[in-house]
């Protein structure tokens, strides 16, 4: 659930920040990409930490 949350997340800051740095929409589309990738890992990296954690 968390990895979803993250891609979401992701995509969306990373298509905000290039949008204000003025980015065309190739931009914008790679920054979210990106983003959405590393907060996937991210999110997966914690998913697996709190199950062990927890249980």
Not at 20 to 32: C, M, N, P, S, T
């Amino acid at each position: 659930m968390l990895v979803i949350i993250g891609v979401v997340l992701g995509a969306a800051w990373g298509g905000w920040r290039a949008k204000a740095r003025g980015g065309k929409r190739a931009d914008i589309l790679q920054y979210a990409a990106v983003h959405a990738l590393i907060f996937a890992i991210a999110g997966l990296f914690l998913t697996l930490f709190l199950h062990r954690a927890l249980v």
